[in-house]
């Protein structure tokens, strides 16, 4: 019998059960709500076993109140789940300890992370607490990259760390602030330094 | 940030980047040096010599390609230091040239050295030193004044000389530039083990005490320790290493290669008898040492050569007392002892070289010494 002469069976749609899509519901501990898929939830260890211990049916993901996170922000928590929503599906990659290892930062990536450091290291932080694999990796290789070919001065202006002299200045500070008795016998020490004395005692 | 994001992000910079953000503050420079970060660096050569250190590191840049940074530290006019860096990254080769006044070149490298060897934790595929200069007394240098390229310019045209002077350089000041380079080397070692396969170190000169470095290699991972050292000198004064710890607590169990010659130890045959290939020397060899490195032979894998050197005289007599009749003695050359090893086409073969003090056990063909031995 030919294609063409097969006998035509009506279909009835509704009668086909198609798998509902759950989106769990989230919350910043700035207080904004976040909706993502059950795919996209995968991506992060931490979330998809607590989801999984939760044990939640699509009416109580409606019902119940949305999951906090309580040490995340909604800022930080958007660019999570926008990378999560793009790589769902996608295999998570198992580390294999070898060096240097290849990444290659993807560019919807690249344009996510062009962000001021202050986020980048907030999304580095969640990364990682939240334990999504492939957006640490990427997120390391971007401050890797930024580390490229700098000086040690430049990376202290990037990165906003003090150099050794600032550091032990402001540690001196702190145990003076500490300690009154001690900026004493310093303001003591130099006088005398002054009046041309080379010992203390 | 936590310490596991850190190490990441620092397992993704390259070596370079990690010594110059080691550079950047004291908390990072701590967190470098005390914890174990996984680098691309595969091998360390460094080559001493009177005027100059030179240090090429070699990196893996993923898969079978490597790069490689060769840094020269030279001794320069009125003690300044001056720093050659060339690169190959595979795309091609750049270089510079840094000066520094009043500057160590032997410090500046050994401060180098220090910092590759403490930020690193993953496993060198090559360290190798090569001492040169050799057994002199006195050295002559002639160093160099740096001039501007426009004064290089009238050097060429009016026939100008540079300022050069030559200085004396006496065998003292060499040994302690040895010195502190393994001074360094030790230090680095000090918080951890160095993970190493292949370690070299030639000719080594009779001052230098190298044993502490050997100690702190991970036995694990080493497969290849050759020592070299000079042997003009030690032939004639007989140095004693300090074997000690090795004998109480190294097992090196994926040794390939062992040479430490012409050194004298106290090492156990029985602690070396499973490496394939060694090269060892003591003060005097025992009856007892050859039976049991004779029975070992028959054991041993293909490419099994084990040579045993002696301080004293080896006495062909006693050979004969221990090893039973000579298979061979050439007119002038060494005597051979031949053993069949039933059931194979394999000949286990005892060679005594008496003016060099020496006797090497080994596996031949069949075809190659089969009419020598004694049935």
Redesign the interface.
């Known amino acids: 019998m030919s294609v063409e002469n097969a006998p035509v069976v009506d279909v009835d749609e509704a009668a086909i059960p198609v798998e509902k899509k759950m989106y769990y519901r989230f919350e910043s501990n700035d207080k904004k709500e976040f909706r993502v898929s059950e795919l996209a939830i995968q991506q992060s260890e931490t979330l998809n076993r607590l989801v999984e211990a939760m044990g939640y049916t699509s009416e109580d993901v409606e019902n119940k109140p949305a999951i906090a996170i309580e040490n995340i922000d909604g800022k930080t928590l958007k660019l999570v789940f926008q990378w999560c929503e793009h790589h769902k599906g996608e295999a998570i990659p198992v580390d294999d300890g070898s060096v240097p290892k290849i990444v290659e930062i993807p560019e919807f990536d690249a344009k996510l992370m062009d962000i001021d450091n202050g986020l980048l290291f907030k999304l580095i932080w969640a990364a990682d607490y939240l334990n999504i694999v492939q957006l640490l990796n990427v997120s390391c290789k971007k401050v890797a990259n930024m580390a490229q070919g700098k000086t040690p001065a430049q990376l202290r202006r990037v990165y906003l760390l003090p150099s050794d002299e600032e550091d032990e200045a402001a540690k001196r500070a702190a145990q003076e602030a500490q300690d009154p008795r001690a900026r004493e016998v310093e303001e003591e020490f130099e006088e005398r330094k002054r009046q041309g004395g080379n010992s203390f005692f | ?2 310490d ?2 850190m190490r ?7 070596f370079c ?1 990690v010594l ?2 080691r ?6 420079r701590d967190f470098i040096d005390n914890s174990f970060i ?3 660096l595969k091998r360390v050569h460094i080559d001493i010599s009177i005027q100059s250190i030179i240090l090429k590191v070699t990196f ?3 898969g079978k390609k490597y790069k490689f940074k060769r840094i020269q530290y030279q001794h320069k006019y009125e003690d300044d230091c001056k720093m050659e860096i060339s690169m190959n990254d595979g795309s091609g080769r750049t270089s510079k040239e840094i000066l520094f006044e009043n500057t160590s070149f032997v410090q500046l490298f050994c401060d180098d050295l220090e910092r590759i060897l403490r930020a690193n934790d ?1 496993i060198f595929e090559n360290i190798s030193v090569n001492f040169r200069g050799g057994p002199r007394k006195v050295f002559k240098v002639v160093v160099k004044e740096e001039c501007s390229k426009i004064y290089g310019i009238f050097e060429k045209v009016f026939c100008l000389k540079n300022r050069r002077k030559t200085i004396r350089v006496i065998e003292y000041d060499y040994t302690e530039t040895m010195t502190k380079v393994m001074e360094a080397m030790e230090r680095s070692l000090m918080y951890r083990k160095l993970k190493v396969a292949s370690f070299h170190m030639y000719p080594v000169p009779r001052d230098i005490q190298f044993m502490n470095i050997v100690n702190n290699i991970d036995a694990t991972c080493l497969k290849k320790l050759e020592v070299n050292g000079l042997q003009d000198v030690i032939l004639k004064n007989g140095v004693h290493l300090g074997t000690e710890i090795i004998e109480e607590r190294i097992k090196w169990e994926n040794m390939k290669f062992f040479c430490l010659w012409p050194f004298i130890t106290s090492i156990p045959v029985q602690k070396l008898a499973h490496i394939p290939i060694v090269k060892i020397k003591y003060e005097t060899i025992s009856a007892e040492d050859i039976l049991y490195l004779k029975e070992v032979v028959i054991n041993s894998p293909a490419t099994y050569r084990f040579t045993i050197g002696s301080k004293t005289k080896i006495d062909v007599n006693f050979l004969i007392k221990v090893l039973g009749p000579l298979s061979k003695q050439f007119y002038v050359g060494p005597f051979i002892w031949c053993f069949e090893i039933p059931g194979t086409r394999k000949i286990k073969v005892i060679t005594c070289n008496q003016t060099s003090n020496w006797l090497v056990f080994t596996i031949e063909p069949r075809y190659k010494y089969r009419s020598y031995v004694v049935y």
């Open positions: 940030m936590p596991l994001v990441k992000i620092l397992e993704d910079c390259d980047t110059v953000v550079k950047v503050c004291r908390a990072l996984n680098s691309s893996s840049n993923g993953s």
